[in-house]
């Protein structure tokens, strides 16, 4: 949820590992039309003192109730909740350089709005709780050593397969990439494709974590390019591969971040998150698992990408001060609903490590595995791998796999326009 994915942070970026979209945010457009709705009644409490907040739109059902409810029981502003159909990532962009743009909204990391100025610091604001989050969930918010958000929800992601159609093919969850092509042509059969990615054919889902499968990464810690390998062009390879193999689930009436297709029995796995994993035990009971994405290549490693999303204090907001007792309020203190937010509308991982110790509904069964398999193998955002670096690897992904060109080019051509884009940031 869509967080980061909650489910629906997908369906507004156009992707969910994504899935973070943040060079848009420094440029200006026509804000869209955006669904609006009120937390309380405007002029009621707060002393005169009104707030913005804003949301993408969601996936999972109650959670724009949820956010309605929090804000209602603010009592010190009167906070209006604005729930963003569509484009998100856009309307944001738009919203944080015009007069009438959110005073708190949710995100993702993003070292451009910190450094442009579009968002203000929030230490004085975690201050009290910091080490109750993770220093992964940390640094991927901090800039120049400063917290700009607080994280919200952690949303892991996987790939889901259905025991029963691997047990019939006698095909074992596979751990490595050549394992996942060979199971996913033993899996297509009749009506079923061996594996579903998207509709983009896994290039907004797998474009990064497909580099740290083959054990990479894709900036190194002083932020120049790390992705121009040999094992990056051997995972493309690999991924044309799969591709090619006509075992690929290439349409479908929903996207990768909705389990629909693998749940109506389009595919035998999916890549998918935690989020999704309650729908998905309502329609298959028991009959399915989850795996990390697999390793690629000799050096590869099991991958669990994180999403989620973290709110933020736009810098341009009418009171900084009260946002950010706001965001004090909902985020540190007000645990309950952070509980709620976390686990009432799917599943996802809190952020905070006092709140993940007890969240039951996370500590048994494959719930309880996706949160072992997040400790071992997750992967979080860096971010400094801005928006337009997303879409140069989606793009070097699609080239090289999608529309078969040589990948070795399609890598060089990446490198040349990443440096391009990290000169303006570092």
Known sequence: MSLERSAEGARSLGRRNFLRASGALAAAGALSACGSNTGRSGGSGGGGTSLSQWYHQYGEAGTQQAALRYAKAYTKADVSVQW?????????????????????????????????????????????????????????????????????????????????????????????????????????????????????????????????????????????????????????????????????????????????????????????????????????????????????????????????????????????????????????????YQEDWCLSYGFHVPPRKSLAAKATKLQSGTAAEAVQLFGTDGHYDDPYWTQAMVTISQDMFTNAVVSGKNPESEVAKARTRVEAELKKIV
């Open 84 to 336: 963003i159909p569509g484009d998100y990532p856009s309307k944001l962009a738009s919203g944080l350089v015009s007069s009438s743009g959110p005073d708190v909204f949710e995100f993702h990391p993003d070292v451009q709005m910190a450094k442009s100025g579009q968002i203000v610091p929030l230490d004085d604001v975690i201050a009290d709780v910091k080490s109750d989050f993770s220093d992964k969930d940390l640094t991927a918010n901090s800039v120049d050593g400063k917290v700009y958000g607080i994280r919200m929800i952690d949303d892991p992601q996987f790939l889901y397969y259905r025991k029963s159609l691997l047990e019939k093919a006698g095909v074992e969850p596979p751990k490595t990439f050549d394992e996942l092509i060979e199971a996913s042509h033993k899996l297509s059969k009749g009506g079923t494709k061996g594996i579903y990615l998207g509709l983009k054919a896994g290039s907004d889902a797998w474009a990064s974590p497909l580099i740290w499968a083959s054990g990479g990464e894709l900036l190194t810690p002083d932020h120049k390019v790390a992705f121009d390998t040999p094992a990056t062009v051997a995972a493309l390879k690999n991924m044309r591969e799969l591709y090619s193999s006509k075992t690929l689930l290439l349409g479908a009436p929903t996207d990768w971040f909705d389990p629909s297709a693998f749940t109506q029995g389009l595919t035998a796995m999916q890549w998918c998150g935690l989020w999704a994993m309650p729908g998905i035990q309502k329609a298959l009971g028991d009959d399915f698992g989850i795996v990390p994405l697999p390793a690629v290549g000799s050096a590869g490693k099991q991958v669990v990408y994180n999403g989620g999303w973290s709110t933020y204090v736009s810098a341009k907001a009418k009171d900084v001060d009260a946002a950010k007792a706001f965001v004090k309020w909902l985020w540190i203190e007000q645990t309950k």
